[in-house]
């Protein structure tokens, strides 16, 4: 220790065996450290009340879907036409059934996360159309991008979940995708992952293919997929929407319910009434879910940017929605459920400083709001037009990053290290001190990309950059992946559903 | 308003107005949000008391230096030999005198700076031996660099202190940078700096300068000069940093006292031990000043990092100092002391993904561990062996979003936007309602280097990365940059007396 600074074959195998997961990988993030909490309960209370307000004075636009309104009508709500009003507590106490925490089990058991309370998951980006590496720039993403980004986050020790649209397979007809995508997160992965929002049927599809893995009964009972749905900021819900959160719902699989607002655009510029309105959206859609099949799981999830005024242009990694986010934080705990929020977020197009920064930035609001779902943890580029494969792996070194943090300050009597002190003593180094080698394997995270070299060190090995480094890491993770087992009657099951779905179904490209 | 999004000389031109720093620029930062303790009041008591036991059990040795020894055991302290201990709470005792605020005066007497309380000073980065930019890569920094950078602090809006030792002036003799240091600070800029610390008759050379600009009795009652001493640790001081540290205090100027701990080598691999290490280094600087001078203005000042334990190479922007520095803080407020934390770290080369990773971790952490002084916020490479130019404009982008970061979440009635909800209503954009319109101006925070347009613009545009555009920025800003006035007489006093002094000194090189 302190002597090998050569590059080794020893060094870089430990950076493989990181990166290739085959370090012992925690299933989640368990929280040792408080919440940033920016506002007192006072404050908190007024945030909620103005929510409320817009649900009394405005209300909500539900849109082409006459079940969802009846519902609402029958629960108290005051229904005009499509819009539905609240009177000051009803949302509140429509969404009291559902669960503070729930389980989203995974095909491996050791993989399921419990979603609320302390417990911290990190799941890829979601939903670009694009995807960019290295060598090969920008295109558009094909099912066997989305197969890969399934095999990356599978390898990796430091998401917990295989997400949902880690990209957009446009080779795939757009009444197809789904199957495809349920598929690929099925057999390339064993984590737990996200359903198809994108039409109800496709929603009942991506419910059904985990019924064929986990079994009829035991999905009717416990969760085992999550589905996306966003709100149409601002206050309209519509029915493709609507529809695919009613049937998560009913299968007693959980909704992510997610305004997206961009302020100045889907909501007002100011910080205080974007959020205000996103907690509105939200506790409407976690009410539908309630109203559908009262206790089942749901999560309260946020999606806030800022927008470049002067252009119209989306801004992400900036300071107003890392602040907003601490108060949707407090909002969530308020109401008493599991909180997601998004993850590694930039404007730029490729990852470079700029995305790094901005990526950072959104992270750490996202770990400081107590968020307990973070999307969005690995990829992002182009706010969200695109998924980078060098991304990918830097991103990474923020989710490793996180475990450490989030496990907070020890105060052991052994971390004080009282008896290195007394061997040492003023003016000797720790290098070789008995507490430092009782640490020595566990004591500090090092990230996998992160190039500590001296600069001659550096400067000889080529003078790579961050994006040249990841790109070597992501061939060497997709070279060493390994497909978890599966066994062949459930594979065979799979197959065929998908096959005589897609039988089923003229293609659509649009 | 959203519709041009062309490249526009408009857009340009107003990135200009705010990098050439014509933009009102704030002295400094009014905190708004609470600090982020990580520990409750009991554990933070039981750091404080490790560190109580570290100086009891073990002691602080002060190397060469018979006249603090003498100082500490008049005071109470056991002095034997060199080493120096302190009963639990005698250390403590000594600090009491320690002013919790003053003012640090600059010469423009807009630009002074309140150091303590709820205030924010954002300083340019200390120290190192190289510049890098990006056409000339890596070489020794001169003076000429070094008038370079006190210009770009200067005409940043985000940074509210000119700094010390922004790079080496390798170019001058050791043993008269001082004075051309001290001059390009006094004549380049107008914001509060920082002396020399590397020889007590530096220390007193650059007071003395302070002395000519400021007067000589208005310096003996007043803060205008800042000197940043570095404890030798673990638990060393050397007669080097004591004698500047005794020599700004007697001139009622403030030592910046901080340990500069690398865990594994100059402390112990645990968080617990090196925080109470650092503190206990800290108390027992801040303690020699006060017993020089009762009430002479003192800065609280830490330096955490981490190591690649199997390289041992120092980390930075790693969690484990993250972490750190939150309970930090919570040691410099009980002991009502300012605060200095450090800013953009990173041991990356270049400003790539990884430095601005690391820095924005890094700031972060200063940000929410309450510090009031924030040195390296800007120019921070490879572990700060070297000052980038390109680096140091973006972490200016990270130093101005601190400015709304820090001032926080408002509620006042108007940030909710409610006539916006009822003018805008469910379903459509905010882009033209009013409430838009009249916050339109101040909405957002927008980052000079950021590129928020589409991908075919910035294609088009030549698909620049962060640092083209920072290289850019740089050499606009030092084509705009117009000397801060000073008056003759001052002007030819303080070149005489860098002249007499040179003249009265042999060149030292080393």
Redesign the interface.
């Known amino acids: 220790?302190?002597?090998?600074?050569r590059r080794s074959g020893g060094?870089a195998g430990?950076r493989e065996v990181r990166a290739a997961g085959t370090r012992q990988a925690p299933a989640f993030i368990r929280r040792r450290?408080?919440t940033?909490?920016?506002?007192d309960p006072d404050?908190v209370a007024?945030?909620a009340s103005?929510a409320e307000?817009?649900l009394d004075?405005?209300?909500?636009?539900i849109r082409d879907d006459p079940e969802a309104l009846s519902l609402f009508a029958g629960a108290g709500a005051r229904v005009d036409g499509v819009?539905v009003r609240f009177e000051p507590g009803l949302v509140d106490a429509l969404c009291a059934t559902a669960p503070a925490e729930f389980v989203q089990h995974a095909r491996n058991p050791q993989r399921s996360v419990p979603i609320g309370g302390d417990a911290v998951v990190l799941a890829p980006t979601y939903g670009s159309p694009f995807v960019r590496d290295l060598s090969g720039g920008?295109r558009y993403g094909t099912i066997e991008d989305f197969a890969n980004f399934v095999k990356l986050a599978y390898a990796s020790p430091w998401l917990h979940h295989s997400g949902g649209t880690v990209c957009e397979p446009v080779d795939v007809p757009v009444n197809k995708r789904h199957l495809d995508m349920v598929a690929a997160h099925l057999r390339y992965s064993d984590k737990a992952f996200m359903g198809s929002v994108t039409h109800p049927s496709r929603a009942a599809d991506s419910i059904e293919m985990a019924r064929i893995v986990f079994g009829r009964e035991f999905v009717d009972q416990h969760c085992v997929i999550l589905g996306n749905v966003n709100v149409?900021s601002?206050?309209?819900w519509d029915a493709t929407m609507t529809g695919a959160l009613k049937t998560y719902a009913a299968a007693n699989q959980a909704p992510v319910v997610v305004p997206f607002i961009l302020?100045?655009?889907?909501?007002?510029?100011?910080?205080?009434?974007a959020v205000?309105?996103a907690h509105a959206e939200t506790m409407v859609g976690v009410a539908l879910g309630q109203l559908v099949r009262p206790g089942s799981p749901v999560i309260y999830g946020n999606f806030l940017s800022?927008?470049?005024?002067?252009?119209?242009?989306?801004?992400f990694g900036?300071?107003?929605p890392?602040?907003?986010s601490?108060?949707v934080g407090q909002l969530a705990r308020r109401a008493n459920l599991p909180l997601r929020c998004s993850g590694a977020f930039t404007?730029?197009?490729?990852?470079?400083?700029?995305?790094?920064?901005?990526?950072?930035?959104s992270m750490?609001a996202a770990l400081?709001c107590g968020a307990n779902f973070i999307l969005h943890s690995a990829g992002w580029l182009?706010g969200g037009?695109?998924m980078g494969y060098e991304k990918f792996v830097?991103d990474l070194?923020?989710c490793g990053?996180?475990h450490?943090?989030l496990s907070?300050?020890?105060?052991?009597e052994?971390?004080?290290?009282?008896d290195?002190?007394?061997e040492?003593?003023?003016?000797?180094?720790?290098?070789g001190?008995q507490?430092?080698l009782r640490?020595?394997e566990t004591?500090?995270?090092?990230?996998a990309?992160?190039?500590?070299?001296?600069?001659e060190q550096?400067?000889d090995a080529g003078?790579r950059?961050?994006?040249q480094r990841?790109a070597a890491m992501v061939r060497r993770m997709l070279d060493e992946y390994q497909q978890p087992p599966m066994d062949d009657a459930t594979a065979a099951e799979l197959d065929d559903f998908v096959a005589r779905r897609k039988a089923e179904m003229p293609d659509q490209w649009y």
Not at 1 to 5: K, L, T
Not at 263 to 273: F, I, Q, R, S, Y
Not at 424 to 431: E, K, Q
Not at 449 to 455: A, H, V
């Open positions: 220790m302190g002597g090998d600074r060094r430990r450290i408080p940033f909490d920016l506002l404050g007024r945030v103005m307000r817009l004075e405005i209300g909500m636009e819009t920008r149409n601002p206050l309209v302020g100045g655009a889907m909501g007002p510029v100011t910080n205080a009434g205000a309105q800022s927008m470049a005024l002067r252009s119209g242009s989306p801004t900036t300071p107003e890392a602040l907003g601490l108060v404007s730029s197009k490729v990852p470079d400083g700029q995305a790094m920064l901005e990526s950072a930035v750490q400081l182009e037009l695109a830097m070194d923020l990053a996180a450490t943090y907070g300050f020890d105060l052991d052994e971390q004080f290290a009282l290195g002190f007394h040492v003593g003023p003016g000797r180094h720790f290098f001190a507490h430092t640490h020595y004591a500090f995270y090092e990230p990309l992160s190039d500590n070299d001296n600069f550096w400067r003078e950059t961050t994006e990841a």
